[in-house]
């Protein structure tokens, strides 16, 4: 039923968000199996939608891309807003930082949900200690890596079939034998599967 949930969502807004990690990237991925919207009337074609529809529409993709509650990211919106350098590079850059977000793009997870369940769970440590917080804040020089009990399990026994081909962001410096990743940079070229200045657009009304 979670993944249907999922698939609904990305159906609704008609692009790909990877919410359902390497299932995404399979035929079996409901966006390519059926490109329109869910429901009986799914099919017929929709009005275009108004200014604020499409604002919307963009918020909602970057809010269920990172996995996030209304709440947060309009706390984060409110916090990249006060910076001094533009609230869209701001953002992005908040909502990269995030724990889960990292071990996410360090390819230890398959989505940023499984990754915040890793964290949840205990199986992830920054500095060689336990942080159960997803929302953490990760800086330069910090280091994420699983916990000595998580390698010895049956899931990090998958990860190196994962990360063999895996290229990390080259703001994460990553070591594929350790399952270790350094912060060596601010987060750039982050990919983006929505309009970053039509969500700025929605919180700016």
């Known amino acids: 039923m979670l993944i249907k949930a999922k698939e609904k969502k990305e159906r609704a807004l008609g692009t790909k968000l990877g919410l359902k990690g390497d299932r995404c990237n399979s035929p079996k991925c409901a966006i390519i199996r059926r490109p329109y919207g869910p429901g009986m009337h799914g099919k017929r074609r929709r009005r275009a939608p108004s200014e604020f529809g499409e604002q919307l529409k963009e ?3 970057i ?3 990172y996995a996030l509650k209304e709440g947060q990211l309009g706390r984060i919106f409110a916090e990249a807003a006060k910076k001094t350098e533009a609230t869209g590079d701001a953002l992005m850059r908040l909502l990269e930082s995030r724990l889960d977000n990292v071990v ?4 230890f997870a398959s989505s940023r949900l499984v990754a915040r369940q890793l964290v949840n769970h205990g199986h992830i440590l920054v500095n060689g200690r336990v942080s159960n917080t997803p929302s953490r804040r990760v800086r330069i020089g910090d280091v994420i890596s699983l916990s000595e009990k998580t390698k010895k399990g049956v899931f990090a026994s998958e990860l190196p079939s994962r990360l063999k081909k895996y ?7 990553l070591d594929k034998e350790k399952f270790e990743g350094k912060i060596t940079g601010l987060p750039v070229d982050t990919e983006r599967p929505f309009d970053v200045d039509k969500v700025i657009d929605y919180y700016s009304r």
Request: hydrophobic residues 30%.
């Open 59 to 61: 918020k909602q993709k």
């Open 63 to 65: 809010r269920f891309s």
């Open 104 to 107: 996410f793009r360090l390819g």
């Open 167 to 173: 290229n990390s962001p080259s703001w994460l410096g």
